[in-house]
């Protein structure tokens, strides 16, 4: 623990986080949490952008790494309890379908 | 008359279910469809004008972009005024719309619609 704070992480280990859990967030079985978390994410990294002091760069870092477990226990929760019909922003290809429906 | 009455009511055809059986036939061809498409790799490629014309309308939607920018040779940071983290989200939006999964190493090179296009276009499982 006390070493992962000293090492403040490279460029490519940022970008490698963002797209983890970037991708943590596609698994989501529902619509408003995989929406959630995409927002979530890039949020976080933006608002942590500015950061230039090595040691809340690896605090930031390293917070980022926790809940990327976090979020990869909950896509697996999630999935157990996956609603049974979807979210209707999701139905864009079916619109025409309804509409010809009704 | 009379007669045609009669007849017509003895060969009433339930409509509901024939509308039933009709929906269920025809869900049965999309997914027998959806099941060759899943089972062919290689067949039906993408052409190049699709590639392009999918990745010039994934980074006109991106928020920050000014759709009449967007050509087929623009650079994400240099042209679009994008930084490194919306360049990471345009190649996961990307991913999503061809269905792929690009290594972090590929990704990085990833930087301008002329590469994503060249990428997308090159590899097998683009669908």
Do not use: C
């Not at chain 1, 079985?29 to 230039?52: C, V, W």
């Amino acid at each position: 623990m006390a070493s992962a704070a000293a090492k403040a992480p490279s460029r490519s280990e940022v970008f490698s986080l963002f797209r983890s859990l970037l991708r943590t967030a596609r698994d989501f079985s529902d619509y408003n949490m995989r929406e959630y978390m995409k927002r979530r994410t890039i949020d976080a990294f933006r608002s942590n952008g500015g950061l230039s002091d090595p040691q809340s760069v690896s605090a930031a870092y390293a917070d980022g790494k926790l809940q990327l477990e976090v979020a990869k226990r909950q896509a697996i929760v999630y999935s157990l309890y996956a609603p049974k019909v979807k979210s209707v922003m999701e139905l864009k290809r079916l619109k025409s379908s309804f509409l010809f429906m009704e | 008359m009379a007669m045609r009455a009669a007849i017509l009511r003895h060969i009433k055809v339930p409509v509901r279910s024939q509308a039933l059986a009709g929906l269920r036939s025809r869900e049965w061809n999309l997914s027998g469809g959806a099941l060759v498409r899943f089972m062919s790799s290689h067949d039906e490629h993408l052409t190049k004008e699709e590639v392009m014309e999918r990745v010039l309308s994934v980074v006109k939607s991106f928020p920050k972009v000014d759709p009449s920018t967007v050509t087929p040779d623009v650079h994400f940071q240099k042209d679009l005024g994008l930084d490194s983290l919306d360049n990471v989200e345009i190649v996961m939006a990307l991913e999503e719309e061809f269905k792929l999964e690009i290594p972090d190493l590929e990704a990085d090179k990833i930087d301008s619609t002329r590469l994503a296009i060249e990428y997308i276009y090159n590899h097998p499982m683009a669908g």
